[in-house]
């Protein structure tokens, strides 16, 4: 089946998760994709490639395996997978943008994104301007008309966890003739889908909850113009940073389950936010679920629930929040997210080294969690030696 084919069956997000570009092996009724390890491939005649394959940059079938799924967990109508998300993020600045024009971007976004955007792609000629993208007005004031080609989002952000309102973003952007691309990797589908509110892209790290388990490295771009997703597509194959098959196989691996490990994720998020409220060297918790965070009412209008990262400032500061890191045992310190073990880090030295000293630098005394799977009360325990 297509992706046109289950969408228009209308299952529902773990089926799709599932089946989604899956389906049985013809030839040998597997019902696992083949990890097709191959750089080329024979042809019937010159000119005549059997299947549409010639060569892995261009297309190799667990790649597009991956891609069928990546699309209909999103409801778009094409999925593209990279190397990384990064990749993916440079091909589509590339793929939209030229020379001369602007983007606006969050004033917290994630430290690489930051990186790529001041180091890589303004000395190709691209502008950019940060701003909050929870203040509808601030956004429309970084507008340039006739240059602005695209409201980068992330939604909820890396670190602080902010909340933009993606319906409004879409038709913004929209007014001026811009696209919106939302990066979603702290979401992750089953909790967010973005092109179902207005948004033009989807940005994904799949190395974070899409795969799931600290094992692959990789990004997605998910669209829901077919015109686009051909641009798009050129430029994957142009430019080249495309993911290897067993990449791609283990990517997929890690969706079949991913609606049943985000629902773990949530429950054992909301019981350490519920006890880092109540301890006396938190000296705030940063997470959308909490009807005191400023973004409350927008995520849990376009959330399914609210996810499994959770950042927190440290009452004594950033030597406080630093001892907190090194001190944990069962949380390992360690950067990325999403996987099936609990993570922490301190994204000030970390994750968003590359943001210090400009104005997307995130707070000294800040610890981010990336909460997993485990038993939540050997997560608390470990928390509470940390804290001391």
Same mark, same amino acid.
């Given at each position: 089946m297509t992706t046109d084919d289950y969408a228009a069956a209308g299952y529902g997000f773990d089926t799709l998760a599932i089946h989604a570009g899956q389906d049985p092996d013809p030839r040998t009724g597997a019902v696992v994709p083949p990890i097709y390890q191959t750089s080329t491939y024979a042809q019937d005649a010159v000119g005549a490639p059997r299947l549409g394959y010639e060569y892995s940059?261009? %297309?190799?079938?667990?790649?597009?395996?991956?891609?069928?799924?990546?699309?209909?967990?999103?409801?778009g109508r094409r999925g593209l997978a990279f190397a990384s998300g990064l990749a993916a993020e440079d091909t589509l600045l590339r793929?939209?943008?030229?020379?001369?024009?602007?983007?606006?971007?969050?004033?917290?976004?994630?430290?690489?994104?930051?990186?790529?955007?001041?180091?890589?792609?303004?000395?190709?000629?691209?502008?950019?301007?940060?701003?909050?993208l929870d203040d509808p007005d601030a956004v429309r004031a970084a507008f340039r008309p006739g240059h602005t080609r695209l409201i980068w989002a992330e939604t909820p952000t890396n670190p602080l966890l902010n909340i933009a309102d993606i319906g409004s973003l879409a038709a913004l952007a929209h007014e001026y003739d811009a696209l919106l691309?939302?990066?979603?990797?702290?979401?992750?589908?089953?909790?967010?889908?973005?092109l179902s509110l207005g948004a033009d892209v989807v940005v994904h790290s799949t190395t974070k909850y899409l795969g799931g388990h600290s094992?692959?490295? %990789?990004?997605?771009?998910?669209?829901?113009?077919?015109?686009?997703?051909?641009?798009?597509?050129?430029?994957?194959?142009a430019m080249g940073a495309v993911n290897g098959p067993f990449d791609a196989w283990l990517t997929l691996r890690g969706i079949?389950?991913?609606?049943?490990?985000m629902d773990r994720h949530c429950d054992n998020a909301?019981?350490?936010?519920?006890?880092?409220?109540?301890?006396e060297k938190v000296a705030a918790v940063l997470y959308p679920g909490l009807d005191t965070h400023p973004g409350h009412e927008t995520a849990a209008k376009q959330m399914r629930r609210f996810g499994g990262m959770v950042s927190f400032r440290a009452? %004594?500061?950033?030597?406080?929040?630093?001892?907190?890191?090194?001190?944990?045992?069962?949380?390992?310190?360690?950067?990325?997210? %999403?996987?099936?073990?609990?993570?922490?880090?301190?994204?000030?030295?970390?994750?968003?080294?590359?943001?210090?000293?400009s104005a997307l630098e995130v707070p000294a005394d800040l610890v981010r969690l990336s909460v997993g799977i485990e038993t939540v009360d050997d997560l608390l325990a470990d928390l509470e030696q940390a804290l001391g």
């Open positions: 940059r261009s %297309g190799n079938p667990t790649r597009d395996a991956l891609q069928e799924c990546l699309a209909a967990i999103e409801g793929t939209v943008c030229r020379p001369g024009d602007h983007v606006v971007i969050p004033n917290d976004a994630y430290g690489g994104t930051y990186r790529l955007f001041a180091k890589v792609a303004e000395r190709w000629g691209l502008d950019w301007t940060a701003v909050p691309a939302v990066d979603n990797t702290f979401a992750s589908p089953y909790l967010q889908q973005p094992d692959v490295v %990789g990004g997605a771009l998910v669209v829901a113009d077919p015109g686009l997703g051909d641009e798009l597509a050129f430029h994957q194959n079949k389950t991913l609606g049943v490990r909301e019981r350490i936010v519920a006890y880092l409220s109540e301890h009452a %004594g500061g950033r030597e406080q929040a630093i001892e907190i890191c090194n001190r944990a045992k069962l949380f390992v310190l360690a950067e990325s997210l %999403g996987g099936v073990e609990s993570l922490i880090e301190h994204p000030g030295q970390m994750t968003h080294l590359s943001a210090a000293g």
